[in-house]
């Protein structure tokens, strides 16, 4: 029954934000402006993270005696929301956004044994590897890449939110080999209807949005890991090709004496859609990004055979596109 009232209150939210989108977009202060580095021409309320964190407390507290509820998980991503949530409004410096990131992440660390990178599992060899006193800057380093690359993924309508919704798909079921919870429900479900959302430009993720589902992910991720044998590889696949994407642009940012972290057109998904249409576009990077572990669980072969594939893709169609 609390299920069925999350869901009703959820929709009411969402329709809420639908037919309010402009007013509480100026309200808030968070409207993203059209420029030469983006490819919207109007202005849209940056509304997907607050949209996505409302349900998700919707959720949480109608059926807090019934989900295993995890404080720590909710504080991190809290934390990162709010982070997103004042970027959003006045555009923070992206020195002082992964020094905060850093922060938040220390403090978790130091709170939560479980939030840590202990060690790394490959199947391929069935070993575990260790990095002993290294975990600590280890888990700082990933969880500044995961964030980072993808923050940089949100530049085109429904792209991060479709590959969010088949990363919590995959990664729960295939890879973890776990039923959703009420906290994956809760994402999954809100998610599920901004995407129609965003698709017609009534709001964008916005760094906010982007920064929670960074959260969801890193935190999912490693606190899993601490507890059960992952196959690094198959959770490098699934984020590999934005993580190159990042690494790319920010050594040619770096090369042309520019900000690494600052806008333009450059991106992967920018490059494809100058060529493709909305929906191949997207295709095409769930395809490269999925395509791997999807395969290596179709033929029963280790992912990392199948990852080389999708990089040499990836390449040959960043040549082919700039």
């Known amino acids: 029954m609390n ?20 007013y509480l977009g100026n309200k808030l202060g968070i409207i993203d402006e059209p420029n030469r580095n983006k490819v919207h021409k109007t202005n849209v309320p940056l509304l997907g993270g607050p949209t996505i964190f409302i349900v998700l407390l919707i959720f949480l507290f109608l059926n807090l005696k019934s989900s295993n509820f995890n404080i720590n998980q909710f504080v991190y991503l809290f934390l990162l929301f709010i982070l997103g949530f004042i970027d959003d409004k006045i555009n923070l410096n992206s020195n002082f956004k992964i020094i905060f990131v850093i922060l938040f992440s220390a403090i978790l660390i130091f709170l939560d044994e479980s939030f840590l990178i202990h060690k790394i599992y490959f199947e391929i060899s069935n070993n575990e590897y260790y990095f002993g006193k290294l975990k600590i800057p280890v888990t700082l380093f990933c969880i500044l890449l995961l964030y980072i690359a993808m923050n940089m993924s949100d530049g085109i309508n429904c792209l991060l939110i479709s590959f969010s919704i088949f990363a919590l798909f995959t ?5 973890f080999k776990f039923a959703l919870n009420i906290f994956d429900i809760g994402i999954l479900f809100s998610l599920i209807f901004i995407i129609y959302l965003n698709y017609k430009n009534i709001i964008f993720l916005g760094n906010s949005g982007a920064s929670l589902l960074a959260s969801y992910f890193i935190y999912k991720l490693i606190s899993t890991n601490y507890f059960n044998q992952i196959d690094v590889f198959e959770v490098i696949s699934i984020f590999l090709v934005m993580g190159i994407d990042m690494v790319r642009l920010v050594i040619t940012r770096l090369l042309r004496k520019k900000n690494p972290f600052a806008r333009d057109l450059n991106h992967f998904h920018h490059l494809l859609i100058k060529k493709f249409n909305l929906f191949s576009t997207i295709i095409i990077y769930l395809i490269l990004s999925f395509g791997p572990i999807i395969i290596s669980k179709m033929i029963n072969i280790p992912t990392l055979f199948i990852v080389p594939f999708s990089i040499i893709f990836y390449f040959i169609l960043i040549k082919k596109l700039n």
Do not use: D, E, Q, Y
Not at 7 to 13: A, F, K, P, Q, R
Not at 171 to 175: D, L, P, Q, R, V
């Open 171 to 175: 990664i729960n079921i295939f890879i």
């Open 3 to 22: 299920l069925i009232i999350s869901i009703i209150l959820s929709l009411l939210t969402i329709f809420f934000v639908l037919k309010n989108n402009i």
